[in-house]
């Protein structure tokens, strides 16, 4: 254990939270295998019966549900507990997955954006806020400047993606020697395996107080008074809209992700990795190859960040480079159209642009956490967790049905540049947001 504790960082926290944090790394890395072993061939699946607009409807169906149910499920989980909320989530998620798997009817297919929007809302910021919940209770005396969580986030991200270019290859492998249905059926079983750790290992926030606190000569805190569900419903709206940096801040991250992740990484990305690689195994081994680069690249960029004070401007210096990679992707893509360049050339091209994508978009990850584990207060951690995927679905609807219907009629260049435009917005919203005072 000392020799893990030591690569994650935490040997310096008290015993009872590096449990803690090693039983967050074993369900994050199962997360991942969950997450990235369908996510590559999902589009590609829909879309061998199923035209680009038909699964433009699907995806917004499935932000449609997770956009009404985030908030609500996020307090839940403030008023409840997290483990609640995370083992129905897994109930939900596997229902849609049985969808997948046993018809291909577009009804069906709705059903299983209905599932997974459920699922996708309760699980969304429920882990992250348990955890961050247990770090600034426990460590604000031993921890203050958040240097010792930025590394450790960092550790975990790396492992995080080193675990998501496996299951990535693995997926490939097997979507191209037998079936894609049985990366679905896989699916299921890590999340049954996830729900069954959750339900013995995950402790309330309130558990190990005494034992964390005994060795650092500190007050233990007094408990939060349970307050009912309105009430922190309340006191999440008026947290983010009370005071202009705020809203702005939590804006601009809506406007900037629900482009990037809606448009960008469902409707170009994936369909671009299979258009140059032109299999479903050589799509799996390039992203693999990325994501294990990524892994060192996390590694660096960790220790640097950590060391960084100044954190909101490397944040926005971040995101202005992600900017400058996403119209070299429009570029090369001009320049090198798939099928007039060879074969060597059609590989390193689509390398060097996940390259130089993840580098800033690592870079930023890393700033936000650090950002936003003192920004949240604990008593609304899990509402403003889930409050801010839900700002960037509330975007992401549209830009999902804009951008589907665009690329149908003008081509992915049309689609990358719809992203850098309302991604620029995106970070002028929380450049303006820094440069304003708490009130």
């Known amino acids: 254990m000392s020799k893990l504790n030591q690569f994650l960082q935490i040997n310096k926290l008290p015993k009872s939270l590096q449990k803690i944090s090693r039983f967050y790394v074993v369900i994050t890395m199962m997360q991942s295998i969950a997450f990235h072993i369908t996510d590559t061939f999902l589009v590609l699946y829909l879309l061998e019966t199923h035209t680009w607009a038909q699964v433009s409807i699907i995806f917004s169906v499935q932000m449609v549900t997770q956009l009404i149910f985030d908030y609500p499920t996020g307090i839940l989980g403030d008023w409840i507990g997290q483990k609640k909320i995370l083992l129905s989530a897994f109930l939900f998620l596997s229902s849609a997955n049985l969808c997948i798997l046993l018809s ?43 240097k010792i969580y930025g590394l450790f986030q960092g550790r975990v991200y790396s492992l995080y993606l080193g675990i998501a270019g496996l299951s990535i290859l693995a997926s490939g492998l097997i979507a191209n020697n037998f079936s894609r249905q049985i990366l679905f059926i896989l699916q299921i079983t890590v999340y049954i395996i996830m729900a069954v750790g959750i339900g013995i290992g995950l402790k309330s926030s309130s558990e190990d107080t005494s034992e964390i606190f005994k060795n ?28 202009k940096k705020m809203w702005l801040f939590f804006f601009g991250i809506a406007i900037y992700n629900a482009f990037l992740d809606s448009v960008w990484t469902k409707l170009i990305l994936f369909p671009l990795y299979n258009q140059y690689a ?3 195994t050589l799509t799996g081994v390039i992203r693999w190859v990325n994501l294990t680069i990524d892994v060192f690249l996390v590694g660096i960029l960790a220790k640097y960040s950590s060391q960084t ?21 429009s570029l090369f893509y001009i320049l090198l159209p798939p099928t007039e360049i060879f074969i060597f050339g059609r590989y390193f091209g689509i390398w060097l642009i996940s390259l130089l994508m993840a580098t800033p978009y690592r870079l930023t990850w890393l700033f936000y956490s650090r950002i936003i584990i003192d920004l949240v207060p604990n008593q609304i951690r899990n509402s403003i967790y889930s409050f801010i995927p839900s700002l960037i679905l509330l975007l992401a609807i549209p830009a999902n049905m804009l951008g589907g219907f665009i690329i149908d009629g003008y081509g992915f260049v049309a ?25």
């Open 216 to 243: 650092y000569n500190g007050k233990i805190p007094d408990q939060e008074p349970k307050e009912n569900y309105f009430s922190i419903l309340l006191k999440g709206l008026k947290f983010v809209f009370s005071q």
């Open 278 to 280: 032109l299999s479903d």
């Open 415 to 439: 689609g990358i540049l719809l992203v850098v435009g309302f991604a620029t917005i995106g970070v002028l919203f929380q450049l303006y947001s820094f440069k304003l005072k708490k009130t």
């Open 104 to 146: 291909e009817s577009f009804v069906v297919y709705v059903l299983f954006g209905i599932l997974s929007g459920l699922g996708n809302s309760q699980f969304s910021g429920a882990l992250d806020a348990w955890y961050d919940s247990q770090y600034t209770r426990h460590c604000s005396q031993i921890d203050p400047s958040r």
């Open 309 to 329: 004070q100044k954190k909101e401007m490397g944040y926005i210096l971040s995101l202005a480079g992600m900017l400058v990679c996403l119209i070299f992707v």
